[in-house]
């Protein structure tokens, strides 16, 4: 399972690189994959779900947050300010991907019933959307202007 989990995130996030190196725009691309994640976790928390179903869900989850934490990954040097170092903006997002694991079972059981996990996950995603830097402030800065 273990190598299963690191086999779809890295495909995700890869895919995601490799489509933005050709020019795809971080947005659409992360919209794209959110709603993927979506769909993922509603095959997976729907309870009704028989267990193939669940697992495919469980897979394609784990490609969609692969496939956002790459577009967000990519689009980091783009916040980084000159006398702001990207490993404290890395160690920032390290920490918050921590604490939200470290809600996630609290979360899961505190709420009534499935729905209430893919709300707050999707108020997650919408956050890390409106979080993701202007697409004229990404594209405006030269590529080694930030070093």
């Given at each position: 399972?273990?190598?299963?989990?690191?086999?779809?995130?890295?495909?995700?996030?890869?895919?995601?690189?490799?489509?933005?190196?050709?020019?795809?725009r971080p947005?659409?691309?992360?919209?794209?994959?959110?709603?993927?994640?979506?769909?993922?976790?509603?095959?997976?928390?729907?309870?009704?779900?028989?267990?193939?179903?669940a697992i495919?869900?469980?897979?394609?989850?784990?490609?969609?947050?692969?496939?956002?934490?790459?577009?967000?990954?990519?689009?980091?040097?783009?916040?980084?300010?000159?006398?702001?170092?990207?490993?404290?903006?890395?160690?920032?997002?390290?920490?918050?991907?921590?604490?939200?694991?470290?809600?996630?079972?609290?979360l899961y059981?505190?709420?009534?019933?499935?729905?209430?996990?893919?709300?707050?996950?999707?108020?997650?995603?919408?956050?890390?959307?409106?979080?993701?830097?202007?697409?004229?402030?990404?594209?405006?800065?030269?590529?080694?202007?930030?070093?």
């Amino acid at each position: 399972m273990a190598a299963a989990k690191i086999v779809a995130i890295l495909f995700g996030g890869t895919l995601m690189g490799s489509l933005l190196a050709r020019n795809g725009r971080p947005r659409t691309l992360f919209v794209t994959v959110a709603v993927v994640g979506v769909a993922a976790q509603i095959l997976l928390y729907w309870p009704s779900s028989p267990l193939p179903l669940a697992i495919a869900g469980l897979m394609l989850w784990l490609f969609a947050f692969g496939g956002q934490s790459g577009v967000c990954m990519a689009m980091m040097p783009t916040l980084t300010a000159r006398d702001l170092k990207g490993g404290t903006l890395a160690g920032l997002v390290n920490q918050a991907i921590s604490i939200g694991s470290f809600l996630t079972p609290t979360l899961y059981f505190a709420l009534p019933d499935w729905t209430g996990f893919i709300a707050v996950a999707i108020a997650g995603t919408l956050v890390a959307l409106l979080a993701l830097p202007a697409p004229r402030r990404a594209l405006a800065e030269p590529a080694g202007a930030a070093v």
